[in-house]
């Protein structure tokens, strides 16, 4: 019986978790992952490398990491959330990217409900906006409350393979998005978009039967068995070596690939 590992959350650097999910994509397996990030991190869709809207200063003076992804879309700020990814072969999935964000997204969604945050599936992408902020749109498939985004995902397809990581908004340092995005602090602009875990649920959140039930799920769909293991010393080895390719190395471009 094919199983589902479940590697437990840690904090890490942007490099280090970039080049963590590129490293377990190319290994075989299914594989669902938590983690955070150890500052406050811009990640930028590998197509992506609009930083006209971005204040570096403030991000200089915050110690915002920066970092590219292997996935697209638009720049995400990563600091208070918890931070999934799965990798896995696409014909346990879908091979319809969309069908993909579907079935991660439902349990996912159920997950969240159980401490009352009442989430909402999209059926579809929501009016194109002119704006690189990911959170400001909800796509197809993608998790809202009351039309505002709770949980930003992206998906990346190599061969047989794919990887969907996303962002989980447990809460917002609303001062820091906003200064990053050259936002005046009076405006509600984001608010208006863009709401989290701490603001819609009903219940205390609780991490690990959050993470528990999602990872129980998402087993349950795939028909396997879900194991715990972190990762060993050999994969740490080989994310380290991944690692300068994801690193910050011009001032005008994200590093990665």
């Given at each position: 019986m094919k199983r589902l590992r479940l590697i437990p959350y840690s904090d890490y650097s942007a490099a280090f978790n970039m080049a963590a999910d590129e490293y377990i994509l190319s290994t075989p397996g299914t594989t669902l992952r938590y983690y955070g990030w150890s500052f406050p991190t811009l990640s930028f869709g590998r197509n992506n490398k609009k930083l006209e809207d971005i204040d570096l200063d403030v991000c200089k003076s915050n110690r915002v990491e920066l970092v590219s992804r292997l996935t697209g879309g638009k720049t995400v700020l990563h600091q208070h959330e918890i931070t999934y990814s799965i990798c896995s072969d696409i014909e346990l999935f879908s091979s319809s990217i969309l069908q993909t964000y579907r079935m991660i997204s439902q349990p996912l969604a159920e997950s969240l409900n159980l401490f009352g945050a009442n989430t909402e599936i999209s059926p579809k992408q929501s009016s194109k906006r002119e704006t690189s902020i990911c959170f400001q749109e909800v796509s197809a498939y993608e998790i809202a409350v009351g039309k505002k985004?709770?949980?930003?995902?992206?998906?990346?397809?190599?061969?047989?393979?794919?990887?969907?990581?996303?962002?989980?908004?447990?809460?917002?340092?609303?001062?820091?998005?906003?200064k990053v995005w050259k936002v005046p602090p009076e405006s509600k602009a984001l608010e208006r978009r863009i709401t989290t875990v701490k603001k819609e649920s009903t219940k205390p959140f609780d991490q690990q039967q959050f993470e528990l039930h999602f990872a129980g799920q998402l087993s349950e769909i795939l028909r396997m068995e879900y194991y715990l293991k972190d990762f060993t010393s050999v994969e740490v080895n080989h994310i380290t070596k991944l690692m300068k390719q994801y690193e910050w190395t011009d001032s005008n471009s994200p590093g990665g690939r």
């Amino acid at each position: 019986m094919k199983r589902l590992r479940l590697i437990p959350y840690s904090d890490y650097s942007a490099a280090f978790n970039m080049a963590a999910d590129e490293y377990i994509l190319s290994t075989p397996g299914t594989t669902l992952r938590y983690y955070g990030w150890s500052f406050p991190t811009l990640s930028f869709g590998r197509n992506n490398k609009k930083l006209e809207d971005i204040d570096l200063d403030v991000c200089k003076s915050n110690r915002v990491e920066l970092v590219s992804r292997l996935t697209g879309g638009k720049t995400v700020l990563h600091q208070h959330e918890i931070t999934y990814s799965i990798c896995s072969d696409i014909e346990l999935f879908s091979s319809s990217i969309l069908q993909t964000y579907r079935m991660i997204s439902q349990p996912l969604a159920e997950s969240l409900n159980l401490f009352g945050a009442n989430t909402e599936i999209s059926p579809k992408q929501s009016s194109k906006r002119e704006t690189s902020i990911c959170f400001q749109e909800v796509s197809a498939y993608e998790i809202a409350v009351g039309k505002k985004k709770i949980v930003g995902s992206a998906q990346y397809r190599k061969t047989n393979r794919f990887l969907q990581h996303g962002s989980i908004l447990i809460d917002l340092d609303w001062d820091l998005w906003k200064k990053v995005w050259k936002v005046p602090p009076e405006s509600k602009a984001l608010e208006r978009r863009i709401t989290t875990v701490k603001k819609e649920s009903t219940k205390p959140f609780d991490q690990q039967q959050f993470e528990l039930h999602f990872a129980g799920q998402l087993s349950e769909i795939l028909r396997m068995e879900y194991y715990l293991k972190d990762f060993t010393s050999v994969e740490v080895n080989h994310i380290t070596k991944l690692m300068k390719q994801y690193e910050w190395t011009d001032s005008n471009s994200p590093g990665g690939r």
